[in-house]
């Protein structure tokens, strides 16, 4: 499995920008993924996320700790010290800070300064990731059900992929609802106009007991006539019958992330989750899980589910080049065509604006 981060090199910078200013920045407040379960072991790991150096470790009841790296006492990085009894321990005066960020202990002190301690974010870990809630001190809505990742994983094949892009992250996740590119830049054909209904003016989704507010979630579905395609992708898609009458995507989106149904024919073929990762204002990691619906033939299953993930990052890279290189601010007409991610963009700014 690819790491969503690459290593962040030691020492960096000696400044640190701590959750007071994260505003600075415009990212939604939302759930993101920090980094694969399987990534963070026993010793801290320093990442770079929402624009900031950070360090991530493990307690002693292995849970994930994501805090400000920089120690309060002299700033020495805590990503190069060491675990202890449970505590994350500064490599330079032994200084130790428990999952809350408060300094437990300082060596020969007995009265420990209450200024003693390093920000935390709150943090979930599942769906093989750790999740690290930004932008208030406590979450404003709950972390999505994905029921294909957990109580149905059997009935799916998984395949994960990482994609790093060099584009802001509002500018990657309105990808999502761009659907006029379909056709310009991915050779989508179709025999009649796509049909969109949306959904998050209607209801709010229900997920097992939890209900997820309307203002929280974006949802919509999509209806593609006569899904054609051109090039390789689609002569390939053609001829094992990856194509039908019509093609129809269910869209549940949180302002950072989406899951989407695809079905063919009214059958589920495949499920996917994207979470999108700020590493900075500049930089966005894509974290996608593939499920490719199980059919009962072991060789068969294997095969589309491999070529359903191959066509779907290759319809990714296709985007890749304009991501890395456009300008977001020069962009400012619109045309009908545009309104749905005019839409999304209003979900999406009402919640950078959540951010305290």
């Known amino acids: 499995m690819n790491t969503i981060f690459e290593k962040v090199e030691m020492p960096k910078s000696t400044q640190s920008k701590t959750q007071d200013n994260k505003g600075a920045i415009n990212f939604p407040a939302s759930w993101y993924v920090a980094m694969h379960s399987q990534d963070l072991g026993k010793k ?6 929402f624009g900031q150096s950070l360090v991530a470790w493990r307690d002693q009841n292995n849970h994930p700790v994501i805090m400000e790296p920089y120690c309060s006492h002299k700033g020495a990085n805590l ?3 060491k675990v202890i009894d449970g505590c994350i321990q500064c490599p330079f005066h032994h200084w130790r800070y428990d999952s809350s960020g408060k300094c437990v202990f300082i060596p020969e002190v007995d009265h420990i300064p209450p200024m003693a301690r390093q920000a935390t974010y709150i943090t979930v870990e599942r769906y093989g990731c750790v999740w ?3 932008g208030s001190k406590t979450p404003l809505f709950p972390l999505l059900e994905f029921p ?4 149905e994983k059997d009935n799916y094949i998984f395949t994960p992929q990482v994609i790093r892009i060099n584009t802001p992250l509002q500018e990657a996740i309105e990808n999502l609802v761009d659907y006029s590119h379909l056709k310009t830049v991915h050779e989508m054909k179709f ?5 969109i209904t949306l959904l998050h003016e209607h209801n709010s989704i229900q997920q097992n007991e939890t209900v997820i507010q309307k203002d929280a ?12 395609r051109g090039g390789i992708i689609g002569a390939l898609s053609r001829a094992l019958g990856l194509v039908s009458e019509f093609s129809v995507i269910r869209v549940d989106s949180w302002p950072s992330g989406f899951t989407s149904l695809n079905l063919m024919d009214e059958k589920v073929i495949y499920a996917l989750i994207s979470s999108f990762i ?5 930089k966005t990691n894509m974290i996608s899980w593939i499920m490719y619906k199980k059919t009962g033939n072991f060789l068969l299953d294997r095969f589309y ?3 359903i993930a191959w066509r779907i990052q290759a319809t990714v890279v296709q985007d890749i080049p304009i991501w890395n290189t456009m300008k977001p601010s020069a962009g400012k007409v619109h045309v009908k065509d545009d309104w749905l991610l005019l839409k999304f963009r209003n979900f999406y700014q009402m919640w950078v604006d959540k951010v305290e």
């Not at 025999?191 to 049909?195: D, G, I």
């Not at 579905?221 to 006569?226: G, H, R, S, T």
């Open 44 to 49: 801290p790991m320093a990442i770079e996320l």
């Open 79 to 81: 990503a190069i010290g």
């Open 132 to 134: 690290v809630w930004y």
């Open 148 to 151: 294909a990742a957990e109580d």
């Open 191 to 195: 025999s009649a106009p796509l049909q």
């Open 217 to 228: 979630w974006f949802g919509f579905n999509a209806k593609f006539p006569l899904y054609k």
């Open 278 to 282: 700020p590493v900075n204002e500049n």
């Open 305 to 307: 589910a491999a070529l």
